[in-house]
DNA sequence: TCCATAATTCGAGTATAGTCGAATTAAGTT
DNA sequence: AACTTAATTCGACTATACTCGAATTATGGA
C-alpha cells in the first residue's frame, strides 16, 4: 500500500463515528449489516452515517452491494491488511528483531 | 487497548507530516532523531513539528529522551502493538478464520 | 554573566472536517 | 401512477485542526 493510501485509511479510521461502524461491520463478518442497521445500532443520523460511510468506502475499508431498497455494508479486510503491512514496513530498521514482538500481539481467537 | 486511546494513536497517524515522523522514527530505530534532524530531514518548522510530536507523544506513539541541548525522540512501538492488536479485534466475526489472510500479511524482512 | 543554539509555547489566521435539516434519488408496494 | 421507505446529496453552520511568526524556556559554551 502506498502512504496515501494508507493516509487516506488511517484518517477515515481517526475518527468515532467511523472507527464504531467499521469495527461494528467487522464484527458483522461476511453477513455485513444495511446501513440503516448500522445507523440504529450506533444511534448516529442517517445522513451523517451515510457521509461517514463514503469516506470509509472512498478509503477502500468497506464496501457496498445494494439490496432491495437497503444498501448493505461490509468491511473490506484487504484494504485492512495492506494498512498494517504498511505500518509495519521497515519496522526493525536499525534494530534486527525488534518488531516481533509487535506481530506476536497480533492473534485472533479463531 | 481500550478504544479512544486506538483513536488518539488512529487521527494521530492519519495526518501526513505526523505519519512521516512516525515512519522515519521506527526507521531510525533504538538510536531515535532529534527534533532538529527530523524537522530538517522532513521539511516542516520547528514549531510545526514540535506541535506535532506533542501530539504523537500524547498518543503514546513517541518518546522522548533529552540529550545535551536536543531532545531525541523514539517509535514506541508498545503502543504500536496495543493499536495492531485492537484494529485486529474480533476480526473473525461470523467467518472463523477470516483475519488468517490479514495476519499473513504482516511479516517483516527482518 | 552574556551569548548562541535547540526546542517549545503562545496567539492568531485559515482551512478542513463533522453534523444537521431539507430536498432528492432509488426501489419496492398498492 | 401514487405512495412509502431507504439511503444519499446538498448547502450551510460550527467546531476543530494545521500552520505560521513571534516570544519564551532550556541547555551549553565563551
Redesign the interface.
Not at 87 to 103: F, I, K, N, W, Y
Not at 105 to 110: F, K
Given at each position: 500500500m502506498e502512504?496515501n493510501r494508507?493516509?487516506e485509511a488511517?484518517?477515515?479510521?481517526?475518527?468515532?463515528t467511523r472507527?464504531d461502524v467499521f469495527?461494528l461491520l467487522?464484527?458483522?463478518?461476511?453477513?455485513g449489516k444495511a446501513a440503516g442497521e448500522i445507523a440504529e445500532a450506533l444511534g448516529v443520523r442517517p445522513n451523517t452515517l451515510s457521509s461517514n460511510l463514503n469516506i470509509l468506502a472512498v478509503a477502500g475499508l468497506v464496501r457496498s452491494a445494494r439490496e432491495g431498497r437497503s444498501i448493505r455494508y461490509f468491511a473490506n479486510?484487504e484494504t485492512?491488511?495492506?494498512l498494517?503491512?504498511f505500518?509495519?514496513?521497515?519496522?526493525?530498521?536499525?534494530?534486527?528483531?525488534?518488531?516481533?514482538?509487535?506481530?506476536d500481539?497480533?492473534?485472533?481467537?479463531?
Open positions: 502512504k494508507a493516509l488511517l484518517s477515515a479510521l481517526g475518527q468515532d472507527l469495527r467487522v464484527r458483522a463478518g461476511p453477513e479486510m485492512m491488511r495492506g498494517l503491512g505500518l509495519m514496513e521497515d519496522c526493525c530498521g536499525g534494530e534486527p528483531g525488534a518488531c516481533q514482538p509487535v506481530l500481539q497480533i492473534t485472533c481467537n479463531c
